[in-house]
């Protein structure tokens, strides 16, 4: 399943669009048609959140979407139910994006056995940095899970260390702070992928911010791919249930821009 985390960014032009968005808003239901809607509209992989009640790395929009995902009653066990209703349809590269309490809580082990029988191939678990990622590293790719990292402006050394122990791809966050909209990105992020492109061949893509399809274009140039989660939340919030075909549209334009990238 590692493997096949990698093969997401070989692409046309070996660039990849990856949308998020959060298990259970505003139901279980709708989070498998919206998955499926954005598979149509030509995601290569689709992140998809475990909502957790303090989700220190994300802004308002996904905050409040986590809000509505618990107090609906989505647990690690439904989450993991979401994936096997769309596992009956499709075999769309799945990514959990997560935090560190809601999997230990669950039991490493038994969390990645899971994981294995439904080909979900990664975890991004943002409070888990690389350095203390060593336990449940080694439990998850026995599963053939890939522990994302994700980096940030850091030094050379860090970028040298992450990338040489990099599986699955690298998740470059755009800016320092918390996901949501930007309209612009001050981090001086070619200098970053050329550095991990200088130590791996483990594809790379941009997150945090990232709302435009221009801003997806700029982004995909200079990696390997583009995540993108607050806009597609944002429009969950906005239409609920009846979100699909305008999440379809925003997806559509978003993997055409990268394709041009």
């Given at each position: 399943?590692?493997?096949?985390?990698?093969?997401?960014?070989?692409?046309?032009?070996?660039?990849?669009?990856?949308p998020f968005i959060t298990a259970g808003d505003p139901d279980a239901e709708s989070t498998v048609k919206f998955v499926l809607e954005m598979e149509r509209a030509g995601a290569d992989?689709?992140?998809?959140?475990?909502?957790?009640?303090?989700?220190t790395a994300e802004g308002v929009v996904i905050q409040e979407a986590n809000i509505r995902a618990l107090k609906g009653g989505m647990t690690t066990d439904t989450a993991f139910g979401i994936v096997e209703k769309i596992r009956a349809q499709s075999e769309i590269p799945l990514a959990f994006m997560t935090y560190i309490n809601p999997v230990f809580h669950y039991g490493y082990e038994r969390f990645f056995a899971k994981c294995e029988e439904l080909n979900v191939g990664a975890i991004i678990l943002p409070d888990c940095p690389y350095e203390e990622s060593g336990e449940l590293k080694d439990i998850a790719e026995s599963h053939n899970v890939a522990v994302v990292t994700m980096i940030s402006p850091t030094s050379d050394d860090r970028i040298r260390r992450v990338a040489k122990d990099a599986k699955g791809f690298i998740y470059v966050v755009s800016?320092?702070?918390?996901?949501?909209?930007?309209?612009e990105f001050n981090t001086d992020l070619d200098?970053?992928?050329?550095?991990?492109?200088?130590?791996?061949d483990v594809p790379c893509a941009i997150g945090f911010g990232i709302s435009t399809p221009e801003q997806a274009k700029r982004m995909a140039s200079i990696s390997d791919g583009a995540i993108v989660g607050s806009a597609i939340v944002r429009i969950v919030a906005e239409h609920g249930r009846d979100a699909a075909p305008y999440?379809?549209?925003?997806?559509?334009?978003m993997k055409d821009a990268v394709a041009e990238a």
């Open positions: 399943m590692i493997d096949k985390i990698k093969k997401v960014f070989e692409t046309e032009n070996g660039k990849a669009f990856i992989m689709i992140e998809l959140g475990i909502p957790f009640s303090d989700p800016s320092m702070g918390v996901t949501g909209v930007r309209t200098k970053i992928v050329t550095a991990l492109k200088n130590e791996t999440i379809y549209e925003f997806v559509k334009s």
